[in-house]
T-cell receptor, first 114, second 112 residues
Framework: IAGITQAPTSQILAAGRRMTLRCTQD?????MYWYRQDLGLGLRLIHY???????GKGEVPDGYSVSRANTDDFPLTLASAVPSQTSVYFC?????????????FGPGTRLTVL | QKEVEQNSGPLSVPEGAIASLNCTYS??????FFWYRQYSGKSPELIMS????GDKEDGRFTAQLNKASQYVSLLIRDSQPSDSATYLC????????????FGKGTKLTVNP
C-alpha cells in the first residue's frame, strides 16, 4: 500500500441499504477526512478525525457516521442510503502535527443510490 | 460561514501562455492556502501550498498570497495541454489538523 486506498472503486446501491466505504492510509498521518464532491457544489467535508479515537462533524454530516479505531483506517457508513447520497466520496489524510494542513486524497469511491 | 470563491471559468488559454487562476476567501484568520489540480474523473492532487505573503515558485507554478486583500492566486507559465484540469483553491484557518474549505474550482483548458 502506498498512500491512501479506498474501496470500493464504485458501487450501485438500493435505497435503504447500509453501506460502508473503506479508507486506509499507510503514511501514519494523524488526521483523516471524508468529503463528498457533487457537480456545482465542490468538495464538502462530511466528517473528520484529528487523531485515532476522536471524530468530528463537518459541513454535511447527516446520514453518515464514522469511526477511528486506529491510525490507519477511517470507514464511512451510510446507515440507510438515500438517492441524495449519490456522489463521489473522497478520503483524505494529513500529518496534522507540523502546524500545516496539507491534505492528500485517495482515489475516490463513486456511489450511486437508486 | 467561511467562504472561498473562485472564478468558475471555464478559462481557456493557448499553449505556451500564462494561465492565471484567482481565489478570494472570507476568513481573515486563515493562515494556510493550497492549490489542488483535479483531472476529470480523478482525485484532487496537491500542487502548491503557501503560508506567507508574497510569491512562491515551484517549476512552472507560482502561488501568490496577499492576506491584506484576502486573495491568493496561481500562475502557470508556459501552459501545456496536460495542464488542462480543474484547479481547486483551499484555505485552512489554523495550523495543525484544521479543516479545509474548498472553492468550487476553475476549469482550465490549454489549447494546442
Amino acid at each position: 500500500i502506498a498512500g491512501i486506498t479506498q474501496a470500493p472503486t464504485s458501487q450501485i446501491l438500493a435505497a435503504g441499504r447500509r453501506m460502508t466505504l473503506r479508507c486506509t492510509q499507510d503514511m501514519r498521518h494523524n488526521a483523516m477526512y471524508w468529503y463528498r464532491q457533487d457537480l456545482g457544489l465542490g468538495l464538502r467535508l462530511i466528517h473528520y478525525s484529528n487523531t485515532a479515537g476522536t471524530t468530528g462533524k463537518g459541513e454535511v454530516p447527516d446520514g453518515y457516521s464514522v469511526s477511528r479505531a486506529n491510525t490507519d483506517d477511517f470507514p464511512l457508513t451510510l446507515a440507510s442510503a438515500v438517492p441524495s447520497q449519490t456522489s463521489v466520496y473522497f478520503c483524505a489524510s494529513s500529518d496534522g502535527g507540523t502546524g500545516f494542513n496539507e491534505q492528500f486524497f485517495g482515489p475516490g469511491t463513486r456511489l450511486t443510490v437508486l | 460561514q467561511k467562504e472561498v470563491e473562485q472564478n468558475s471559468g471555464p478559462l481557456s488559454v493557448p499553449e505556451g501562455a500564462i494561465a492565471s487562476l484567482n481565489c478570494t476567501y472570507s476568513d481573515r484568520g486563515s493562515q494556510s492556502f493550497f492549490w489542488y489540480r483535479q483531472y476529470s474523473g480523478k482525485s484532487p492532487e496537491l500542487i502548491m501550498s503557501i503560508y506567507s505573503n508574497g510569491d512562491k515558485e515551484d517549476g512552472r507554478f507560482t502561488a501568490q498570497l496577499n492576506k491584506a486583500s484576502q486573495y491568493v492566486s496561481l500562475l502557470i507559465r508556459d501552459s501545456q495541454p496536460s495542464d488542462s484540469a480543474t484547479y481547486l483553491c483551499a484555505v485552512a484557518t489554523q495550523g495543525g489538523s484544521e479543516k479545509l474549505v474548498f472553492g468550487k474550482g476553475t476549469k482550465l483548458t490549454v489549447n494546442p
